[in-house]
Antibody, heavy 118, light 107 residues
Framework: QVQLKESGPGTVQPSRTLSLTCTVSGYSLINYGVSWVRQPPGKGLEWIAAIWSGGSTGYNSVLKSRLSISRDTSKSQVLLKMNSLQTEDTAMYFC????????????WGQGVMVTVSS | DTVMTQSPASMSTSVGERVTVNCKASQSVGRVVAWFQQKPGQSPKRLIYLATNRHTGVPDRFTGSGSGRDFTLTISNVEAEDLAVYYCLYYGSIPYTFGAGTKLELK
């Protein structure tokens, strides 16, 4: 069955770079993409970035200058990098399956909590 | 960017009642809107995609409607397990945008 699992460092110091990995199983990244979504404690959902089956990418307008998304299809992994971290970036980060056809966001990972703190 | 204005921010209901959650897009978005349910400590779960299509296994008391700028999620015969936060999502073009969420509570 389709599964996604996020992994990351837990705590990151301000101004440093965050690296998160989404490892997928049950499908190929050649056929479906991945979106990243975050949720600060007690707040709503915010879409961050996506990489689709053809390898094209898209980013949140406000965060775009700080983000990079890539993939390793042989490892079934999607990597998200965010630089210049601030305390406002403290959040739960989720990855979800995405798709051009409109049938996306049907499967989500459990999320990984990232705290920005010195 | 397309802004999704979701209302109400919260609502109280009783078991068995019918509730509606609304999302209004800042421009016409066709039908590329999804609805999600999120319970405390859990990942969001897709309920509806492409405005009206019910996700596999979602009870038929959840109904999505709308197109263009106005979208609605209707929950008929609310059950206690439906108490959660609901979000709409526009995902037709970049950047995707979520509504601010609607918290459904028991009276």
């Amino acid at each position: 069955q389709v599964q996604l699992k996020e992994s990351g460092p837990g705590t990151v110091q301000p101004s440093r770079t965050l690296s998160l990995t989404c490892t997928v199983s049950g499908y190929s990244l050649i056929n479906y993409g991945v979106s990243w979504v975050r949720q600060p404690p007690g707040k709503g959902l915010e879409w961050i970035a996506a990489i689709w089956s053809g390898g094209s990418t898209g980013y949140n307008s406000v965060l775009k200058s700080r983000l990079s998304i890539s993939r390793d299809t042989s490892k079934s992994q999607v990597l998200l990098k965010m630089n210049s971290l601030q305390t406002e970036d403290t959040a739960m980060y989720f990855c979800a399956r995405d798709d051009y056809s409109g049938d996306g966001f049907d499967h989500w990972g459990q999320g990984v909590m990232v705290t920005v703190s010195s | 960017d397309t802004v999704m204005t979701q209302s109400p921010a919260s609502m109280s209901t009783s078991v068995g009642e019918r509730v509606t959650v609304n999302c209004k897009a800042s421009q016409s978005v066709g039908r590329v809107v999804a609805w999600f349910q999120q319970k405390p400590g859990q990942s969001p779960k897709r309920l509806i995609y492409l405005a009206t299509n019910r996700h596999t296994g979602v009870p038929d008391r959840f109904t999505g409607s709308g197109s263009g700028r106005d979208f609605t999620l209707t929950i008929s015969n609310v059950e206690a397990e439906d108490l959660a936060v609901y979000y709409c999502l526009y995902y037709g073009s970049i950047p995707y945008t979520f509504g601010a969420g609607t918290k459904l509570e028991l009276k």
